[in-house]
């Protein structure tokens, strides 16, 4: 699978938009990118997922650039709630199982 | 549906002792997964099956730790004996079969276990 790279740590304030990145250079033409969060002591929750066109659901929109080498996560209205880790994942489709990194640990203060 | 079912929510051992996790995966999922997560390792897959069957258990730190999946509804991870090392989180998590990309896993609430 191809590696990827968040920022360990952002901060949203309560309202605005919270928009995630994170960088996969090398992923390959049969790897989606899929994205899970983990709110304190819950188990991980799957949000959306995509492999090349923009995607969009009643929990986010998934943006992958045109050449795939990095995505966004846009929580357009983030609230307290949206506060968790945030795992960015790339795996090749067919694949069951995925490999949770370190994510990205949102912050959405009042 | 309830979800992934686990139990128990909380287990304070000692060590040496023997600790059965219990987890019951959403009906119709063929597969199953037990991750650990601690602060130092983050989230790791100890094992996974397919229609009950062990595919995968090469994240099994070693073998102290068991799975069986006796049947479609219920699965045990068992540490034997337990050692203050083993204290985490325990999830267990079940999915279909993932097709045309999709690739939701549906985890448990977790089992926190203490090793004293």
């Known amino acids: 699978d191809a590696k990827t790279t968040q920022p360990t740590s952002m901060d949203c304030a309560e309202g605005r938009a919270a928009n995630l990145p994170c960088n996969h250079s090398t992923i390959s033409g049969n790897e989606y990118v899929y994205w899970y969060r983990q709110i304190h002591s819950q188990g991980p929750q799957y949000i959306i997922h995509g492999l090349k066109n923009n995607e969009t659901n009643e929990m986010a929109s998934l943006i992958i650039t045109e050449d795939r080498k990095s995505s966004t996560l846009i929580l357009p209205h983030a609230t307290l709630r949206d506060t968790a880790v945030y795992y960015c994942i790339v795996r090749v489709e067919g694949y069951s199982t995925l490999t949770f990194g370190k994510g990205t640990m949102l912050l959405v203060s009042p | 549906d309830a979800g992934v079912i686990q139990s128990p929510r909380h287990e304070v051992t000692e060590m040496g002792q023997e600790v059965t996790l219990r987890c019951k995966p959403i009906s119709g999922h063929d597969y199953l997964f037990w991750y650990r997560q601690t602060m130092m390792r983050g989230l790791e897959l100890l094992i996974y099956f397919n229609n009950n069957v062990p595919i995968d258990d090469s994240g099994m730190p070693e073998d102290r730790f068991s799975a069986k999946m006796p049947n479609a509804s219920f699965s045990t991870l068992k540490i034997q004996p337990s050692e203050p090392r083993d204290s985490a989180v325990y999830f267990c998590?079940?999915?279909?079969?993932?097709?045309?990309?999709?690739?939701?896993?549906?985890f448990g609430p977790g089992t926190r276990l203490t090793v004293l």
């Open positions: 998590a079940s999915s279909n079969y993932p097709g045309a990309g999709y690739n939701e896993q549906f």
